[in-house]
């Protein structure tokens, strides 16, 4: 069992690679940003290192201790519903999870995905299971379930978000590229 200590990245920036592999954790529909970092721990939200230790925990209590880092959040319709949390995203990101691989998200929550750096996939995930292995190419939108030997074509990201997530998010790429020319 890893130690949610092990688990979260002690640096939140984050080196993004086009091609990453690791294991999915798959939740169902209407996932809001209250399962995602739960209320109660709002007066955590100034030590993001210490949230992250409670993300998904509401939908799975023994998330962080089983996963990975590089491991992927996998969902249904509707990802990050609810409240516009800006921290929901971060913490995720900050957890080390590779990507989240979702049906279909919630548009804020989509937006402040890409404005702190962590990839998303549009994708039916039907042939996907918590355990299965993933391969994702994210220039391509490729997902490779190497588990069950399927693969499932993304729609993947724009060419601009996909510079937004390699500088590290929006405020990164600013502060790299001076403005927002894409």
Same mark, same amino acid.
């Given at each position: 069992?890893v130690n949610?200590?092990?688990?979260?990245? /002690?640096d @939140?920036?984050?080196?993004?690679?086009?091609?990453?592999?690791? /294991?999915a954790?798959?939740?169902g529909? =209407?996932i809001? &940003? =209250? *399962? +995602?970092? @739960?209320?109660?721990?709002? *007066?955590?939200? %100034?030590?993001?290192?210490?949230?992250? !230790? *409670?993300i998904?925990?509401?939908a799975?209590?023994?998330?962080?201790?089983?996963?990975?880092?590089?491991?992927?959040?996998?969902?249904?319709?509707?990802?990050?519903m609810?409240?516009?949390?800006? *921290?929901? @995203?971060?913490v995720? !990101?900050?957890? =080390?999870? %590779?990507?989240?691989?979702? /049906?279909?998200?919630?548009?804020?929550?989509?937006?402040?995905?890409?404005?702190?750096?962590? @990839?998303?996939?549009i994708a039916? &995930?039907?042939?996907?299971?918590?355990?299965d292995?993933?391969?994702?190419?994210?220039?391509?939108?490729?997902?490779?379930?190497?588990t069950?030997?399927?693969?499932?074509?993304? !729609?993947p990201?724009p060419?601009?978000?996909?510079?937004?997530?390699?500088?590290?998010?929006?405020?990164a790429? +600013? /502060?790299?590229?001076g403005?927002?020319?894409i």
């Amino acid at each position: 069992m890893v130690n949610k200590e092990q688990n979260v990245k /002690k640096d @939140p920036s984050f080196k993004f690679k086009e091609v990453v592999r690791g /294991k999915a954790w798959k939740f169902g529909d =209407d996932i809001s &940003t =209250d *399962h +995602i970092i @739960p209320g109660r721990y709002y *007066h955590l939200r %100034s030590n993001l290192q210490e949230l992250a !230790k *409670h993300i998904m925990e509401d939908a799975d209590l023994d998330f962080v201790k089983k996963m990975n880092s590089g491991d992927f959040i996998v969902a249904g319709y509707n990802f990050g519903m609810g409240s516009s949390r800006e *921290h929901a @995203p971060l913490v995720i !990101k900050i957890a =080390d999870v %590779s990507a989240v691989i979702a /049906k279909s998200f919630a548009r804020i929550f989509y937006r402040n995905s890409i404005n702190v750096g962590l @990839p998303l996939l549009i994708a039916n &995930t039907d042939d996907i299971e918590s355990g299965d292995e993933l391969e994702v190419d994210f220039k391509e939108g490729l997902i490779k379930n190497l588990t069950r030997g399927k693969v499932i074509q993304a !729609k993947p990201l724009p060419e601009f978000m996909l510079k937004i997530i390699e500088a590290g998010g929006l405020v990164a790429y +600013i /502060k790299e590229k001076g403005n927002l020319v894409i």
